[in-house]
């Protein structure tokens, strides 16, 4: 039965779906025994939403993850009903339905969060802080993001005129490249490291910010920057990402929440090598796996983790203190691994608050 929203079926509306669009949302709304009572549009803004359910019994509401679905669950919360944020990439009936429509899915959604919400996988967002401080290291990402397109750009076309910039650290490359441009090519290159120049100011200026956050909120940080390669960024989205190290009983689940580990696909006698899933925040799977070949590379501490994952990637130390190449596949899997093992490393800091040892590993075996 497709009715339009009206007063009358607000009131008997018990589940609702909620098809989040960026202008207009779709939402269905059916009783206690799954017969479809209301449907209609509403703007997707505080208003429309404060029109359309603020005035209506406290019934549960399904929207799916995305870019509004932040902000919307908040307000939803606000009016008094319970919001199910759904996963849809684990939900067969939306991610895999061949004839999808804003309908269709406002539909399914209403009749999982009647039927069993887990079925939908639910997610909880971030507290509005959270996300407020998350937001300032992901701009900071974007400009350290653009600064190495213009750097690689700048790079780029000296070396194929016959140039060659020297290296140097992303800071200095303004410094560093503007004397060694070619006269022939400043007309085209100069204004670009005029942007690079800007764009570590920026960056700058986005550090000190972090600093003063880590210092005033997260306190915290101090515990997780004790492993060498962890510095205020990694720590600060790691700490945002995790909000309450509570929510995981075994730190060893952290890798699993950050699609850090292996998928699986186990049917009778086939349990096929999968890739990692990939699942949860790529932001902080990104800094973590940064951080690792930070621990991997030259400049890199000794300590339990870095032996381990040089035995891993098949690389040892030379007699002069070098490292031998290892296979370029092996290399790769060694860096996910040390990013795991560096995740559940740090949950454990942080749940217990002790002093990180580097060698509490390789001490126990010796004892």
């Given at each position: 039965?497709?009715k339009?929203s009206t007063?009358s079926?607000?009131t008997?509306?018990s589940f ?6 960026d ?6 709304g059916i009783?206690g025994?799954?017969?479809q009572?209301?449907e209609?549009?509403?703007?997707t803004t505080r ?5 359309e359910?603020g005035?209506r019994?406290r019934c549960?509401i399904?929207i799916e993850?995305?870019t509004h679905?932040p902000?919307?669950?908040f307000?939803?919360?606000?009016m008094g009903?319970?919001?199910i944020?759904a996963?849809?990439?684990q ?9 999808k429509?804003?309908?269709v899915?406002a539909?399914?959604?209403a009749r999982l969060?009647?039927?069993d ?8 967002h971030r507290?509005k802080?959270?996300q ?9 990402d974007?400009?350290?993001g ?5 750097i690689?750009?700048v ?7 016959g140039g060659?910039?020297p290296?140097?650290?992303a800071?200095?490359?303004?410094n ?5 441009i070619?006269?022939?090519?400043k007309?085209?290159?100069d204004s670009?490291?005029?942007q690079?120049?800007l764009?570590?100011g920026?960056i700058r200026?986005?550090?000190?910010e972090?600093e003063?956050?880590?210092?005033e909120?997260?306190?915290?940080a101090a515990v997780?920057?004790?492993v ?6 990694t720590a600060l989205v ?5 909000e309450d190290?509570?929510?995981f009983?075994?730190s060893?689940?952290v ?6 580990v ?10 096929p090598?999968l ?10 799977r ?5 951080a690792?070949?930070?621990?991997l590379?030259p400049?890199?501490?000794?300590c339990d983790?870095?032996q381990w994952?040089l ?6 130390v030379?007699a ?5 190449k290892g296979?370029?596949?092996r290399k ?6 040390v990013a795991?093992?560096?995740a559940?490393?740090?949950h454990a800091?942080?749940t217990?608050?002790?002093v ?9 075996e010796?004892?």
């Open positions: 039965m497709k339009n007063v079926s607000l008997r509306a609702v779906g909620l098809d989040l669009a202008e207009q949302s779709t939402f269905i009783d025994r799954g017969r009572v209301e209609g549009k509403v703007a208003t429309g939403l404060k029109k359910f005035g019994q549960r399904a993850v995305g679905s902000w919307v669950s307000a939803l919360i606000e009903h319970e919001v944020v996963n849809p990439r939900v067969a009936l939306i991610y895999g339905n061949k004839r429509s804003d309908r899915d539909t399914t959604l969060a009647r039927s919400p887990e079925l939908l996988h639910p997610i909880k507290g802080q959270a407020v401080d998350l937001a300032l290291l992901r701009a900071r974007a400009l350290v653009s600064r190495t397109q213009l690689n750009h790079r780029g076309v000296v070396k194929s005129h060659r910039l290296k140097c650290s800071e200095a490359s303004h560093k490249a503007a004397p060694n070619p006269a022939e090519l007309p085209a290159l670009l490291i005029e690079i120049a764009l570590t920026s200026n986005y550090d000190q972090v003063r956050l880590i210092a909120r997260y306190p915290e997780l920057r004790q060498n390669g962890v510095g205020p960024i790691y700490i945002l990402t995790i190290p509570q929510r009983a075994v060893r689940d890798g699993a929440y950050l699609g850090l292996p998928g699986r696909n186990h049917t009778g006698e086939s349990d090598e890739h990692i899933t990939k699942t949860g925040d790529l932001f902080a990104k800094v973590l796996v940064q690792a070949h930070y621990i590379g400049f890199g501490t000794d983790l870095r994952g035995r891993l990637a098949g690389i040892s030379t002069a203190g070098g490292l031998t296979s370029k596949q790769k899997r060694a860096v996910v691994a795991r093992k560096l559940v490393l740090l800091l942080w217990t608050g002790e990180y040892d580097p060698f509490r590993q390789a001490k126990k010796a004892a």
